[in-house]
């Protein structure tokens, strides 16, 4: 387990400032009156999640490493960061729908029924396992291109 510890840490700090995001996005109003601009907003989640990415790895380049990492070796750190992340999601998005923002599946269904989408496809897109499901697939191909890209800046050892 002290392989991937670097991973782990960071897996459950990418999950908490996840976690703190649905509040932020809760307070402001993106999961009641402004629910039909919530993605968008949503979107600048991938900053801070990137920033997470790459003390990650550079993390495992400088204590696991020492200070000497491949591109390989940096990629395969960050997807293992990947599925860690993902392994959470499914708790994270628990904590949402249940907890956090138990009323922003209907909030998000309501709104783009009065848009005219069919409710039940939207009751099939907006459910708590379609969400898990969507938050696992996003995190590992997320977490894989940011892995990639990432790596090629942080390595500094030839193959």
């Given at each position: ?94 904590l949402m729908t249940e ?61």
């Amino acid at each position: 387990m002290k392989k991937f510890e670097i991973e782990l840490k960071w897996a459950t700090a990418f999950t908490a400032i996840s976690i703190a995001w649905v509040y932020l996005e809760k307070f402001l109003g993106y999961h009641d009156e402004h629910v039909s601009s919530q993605a968008v907003f949503s979107f600048w989640l991938l900053v801070p999640q990137a920033l997470i990415y790459i003390v990650a790895i550079r993390q495992k380049r400088e204590k696991y490493y020492g200070g000497e990492i491949t591109w390989q070796k940096a990629f395969i750190s960050g997807v293992v960061l990947s599925a860690v992340i993902a392994g959470l999601s499914p708790a994270a998005i628990y904590l949402m729908t249940e907890f956090i923002s138990p009323q922003f599946l209907s909030n998000i269904v309501e709104v783009r029924a009065e848009q005219g989408i069919p409710r039940e496809g939207l009751v099939q897109i907006y459910n708590l396992n379609s969400m898990v499901s969507q938050a696992i697939f996003n995190n590992l191909a997320t977490g894989v291109f940011f892995s990639a890209v990432i790596a090629l800046f942080l390595k500094n050892k030839k193959a």
